[in-house]
């Protein structure tokens, strides 16, 4: 059994707080799909979504709504929008997505997914169920648009902690016009789930998530899924050399953690790939001593762990998937707090890859948790992973370059750096590389006291590349495969979580599970 938590004394608190990560251990989505020759009856709310031509080429013998009909609304219908009518019984929604796409853009349209689906379910008729028809093909990207705008998500409105802190849902089942194997809607019904509960732990405030809840949440589901799962945890991160996550997380009501899970493939055989992905899991970042300002800046601070959400729930995926590669997921958990025991300014951190660092800012606290995992990943694994992936929120400045829907990508392979942008470009988690020039960018955190500072002295010289060849400089000198960064701080969140980072992980990775 995992650890047990030590929190608080409230029973009442303990109370909310288990209930919370109860939820969270069995989170299965609203979201189910069916596939051509399924018997499933449709309706009564039924959503057509897809281009003008895949809603033409829709197979309507199966629908309970003439041909007639459905060529009538599309020559009605703007796209981008819903149009609403009633055929008998049942309530039609039909949305036609734009075939507009640019080159660095999802020809599929999964925003415009999303935003139909979203759009279906407000309707008044949806909130018993429905049934959502699509014409596209590409199993992955819908699934995870339509499952990111599904509305199974946190609140903590009055009555849904009793729910496990969960909204209000509505029942929805995909159709593909496709015929469905059982290797595909494993992988269908994993990705939602992952891509769903990304959103729930990023959207979650501290005082339920904290570094705690977060490791015992990772052993619970090592139990379910059956991966093995170690936690290093405060003062042995200590003994052990961890300066990094230890040093960010030393102040703080619960210690800094790292989780390391495990996944080798059923029978004993021989991986097809050897994986490790990494994320920053900093569940509140007030900014340390340095704190942010103004005040303002601080608020949805809770969701500075995305990166370490999104590669968790990729990992859940995978294992659940079944997949041929050896995965190990390595969660850099701590709250960023302040206390008589922050860590301060001017501190000398020694890395677990012996490096050490200035702190010159204790605000950039993600490239040091994250400098402790990838030296990890690279030399203290059982195996020599063939790619390492770290995900991160990592800088404000990604959102300059690369935008509110493209993450930052950075990455010492140019092959991986093409394949990366590929994989998101063909699931919907966009993403873009930003310049790797380590010569260029290394100078920045120069310091006369230590091998490095934590922060650039020039912060218009390519920020995101900057931080980012931080984390690089901490693999091990020995490692010879791809390592991937992805920022994803801006594209993490909209108004409220997005669950980016699952698909793509997936797409770039384990894509033949969704193959035909």
Same mark, same amino acid.
């Given at each position: ?16 707080? @288990? ?8 989170? #299965? ?21 897809? =281009?003008? #031509?895949? !809603? ?6 199966? /629908? ?20 609403? =009518?009633?055929?008998?019984?049942? &309530? ?10 640019? &080159? ?24 018993? $169920? /429905? ?35 969960? @909204? ?37 405030? #501290? ?35 961890? $300066? ?44 340390? !001593? ?22 968790? =729930? ?9 997949? #041929? ?16 025991? @922050? ?11 012996? !490096?050490?660092?200035?702190?010159? *800012? ?10 402790? $995992? ?11 992973? %063939? ?63 230590? %091998? ?5 002295? *020039?912060?218009? *010289? ?5 931080? @980012? ?23 993490? =969140? ?23």
């Amino acid at each position: 059994m995992p650890e047990k938590r030590l929190r608080t004394e409230s029973t009442y608190e303990e109370k909310n707080v @288990s209930e919370f990560v109860s939820s969270c251990a069995s989170f #299965t989505s609203n979201v189910s799909f069916v596939g051509v020759g399924d018997d499933a009856v449709i309706g009564p709310t039924v959503a057509l979504i897809g =281009t003008t #031509t895949e !809603l033409a080429a829709l197979d309507t013998k199966a /629908l309970p709504i003439a041909k007639a009909t459905i060529d009538r609304l599309i020559s009605q219908a703007v796209p981008g929008s819903i149009f609403a =009518t009633a055929e008998g019984e049942i &309530r039609l929604l039909l949305g036609v997505v734009p075939t507009q796409s640019s &080159r660095h853009n999802c020809p599929t349209r999964p925003d415009v997914i999303t935003s139909l689906a979203q759009a279906a379910l407000d309707d008044p008729l949806a909130k018993k $169920g /429905l049934d959502i028809v699509v014409g596209s093909t590409e199993l992955l990207c819908i699934a995870t648009a339509i499952a990111r705008g599904a509305n199974k998500k946190f609140s903590a409105k009055v009555g849904n902690d009793n729910r496990g802190y969960l @909204s209000k849902f509505t029942p929805i089942r995909v159709h593909f016009p496709v015929s469905l194997s059982q290797k595909q809607r494993v992988a269908l019904a994993a990705t939602v789930d992952s891509v769903q509960l990304c959103q729930v732990l990023v959207d979650a405030p #501290t005082n339920l998530l904290d570094t705690t809840t977060f490791a015992e949440l990772a052993q619970l589901y090592g139990e379910t899924l059956g991966f093995d799962v170690e936690i290093l945890r405060g003062e042995a991160l200590r003994e052990k050399g961890y $300066g990094g996550i230890y040093g960010v997380g030393k102040a703080a009501e619960f210690p800094p953690a790292l989780a390391i899970l495990s996944y080798n493939p059923n029978g004993g055989i021989t991986p097809e790939k050897k994986l490790a992905f990494v994320g920053k899991g900093i569940v509140y970042d007030t900014g340390g !001593l340095g704190i942010k300002t103004p005040k303002n800046l601080m608020c949805g601070m809770k969701r500075d762990m995305g990166g370490a959400a999104a590669v968790f =729930t990729s990992f859940l995926a995978a294992v659940r998937m079944n997949v #041929t590669s050896q995965v190990t997921c390595l969660l850099c958990l701590a709250d960023n707090a302040i206390g008589p025991r @922050s860590q301060r300014n001017d501190d000398i951190v020694r890395m677990k890859s012996g !490096l050490t660092v200035e702190v010159n *800012n204790t605000d950039a606290e993600g490239r040091l948790v994250l400098g402790d $995992g990838v030296f990890h990943a690279s030399a203290l694994l059982p195996y020599t992973p %063939d790619v390492i992936v770290d995900m991160a929120t990592l800088t404000g400045a990604q959102g300059v370059a690369t935008g509110k829907y493209h993450a930052a990508i950075y990455s010492n392979s140019g092959e991986y750096e093409v394949r990366t942008q590929e994989a998101g470009r063909k699931c919907g988690d966009l993403v873009f590389p930003v310049v790797y020039c380590p010569e260029f960018h290394n100078k920045e955190f120069s310091s006369k006291v230590a %091998d490095y500072k934590n922060s650039v002295a *020039n912060v218009s *010289n390519a920020q995101v590349s900057c931080a @980012s060849q931080f984390i690089g400089n901490n693999l091990a000198s020995d490692f010879g495969g791809a390592w991937v960064h992805v920022d994803l701080a801006a594209p993490a =969140t909209r108004d409220e979580a997005t669950g980016f980072g699952v698909a793509l992980a997936l797409q770039l990775f384990f894509a033949d599970h969704f193959a035909f």
